[in-house]
């Protein structure tokens, strides 16, 4: 325990020092994105009611995890790949869930700010008020948990172009076909069938309820949807990184 401890902190400590600058570059661009998605988006609709400020204030700090956890991270673990410091961190000798947990430890941390700030600016600009649920705290870390451990399976088990591809494929349909600013019967019925499985709709839904705290209570299902997302991407991730060490 204390040697995988020890592996833990240092792989940190070695990921904070690498990526200092690229990782302070991706809080600024995350924290844009969560006040962007606010302010911006409520400049397409001539009137905001009630719901809609919800949806949008809540679709934000979604949107900004996908995006940190679904699209920068594999990115930067393709571009570890290209330069090689991909193949020799699984040299290293350090238990590989050591690895990938910080990895994962490293964007959830990144994600923080920009969640926060988000919701400081959603409150102030629709005047909302929200009711927070003591599961807020989980489910804002389980949400940025099942992001960052689908992205960081798909980079690692993917080739660098493949990669790519993948995350803006993801970040494009999670932006604009996915119901997190938006309720989902506004979707085709197929579509719809389709967010029942794929984790976008339910990592919104549980950051929307936990931060409303409804009379009705909070739904289990789609907190128990994305615990098997992350539960497959994690045994996923690890099966790739010990297949190729």
Known sequence: MRHWLRSYLLLLRWSAIRLRYLLSLVLVIQIFLSVGIVIGFAFLLPQIDSATALYLSTGAPTLGLITIGMVMAPQLVATAKSEGTFTYNQTLPVPRTA??????TTWLVVGAPGLI????????????????????VPAMVLVALTATTVGLAIAYAATPPVTNMVTQLIVFTALMFSPINFPADRLPEWLQAIHHVLPFQHMAQVVRESLTAAPEGISAAPFAVLLVWCAISLVGALRVMTRRT
């Open 99 to 104: 690895v990938l947990l910080s990895d994962v």
């Open 117 to 136: 700030l988000g919701l400081v600016v959603a409150v102030v600009r629709f005047d909302l008020t929200f009711r927070v649920s003591w599961l807020a």
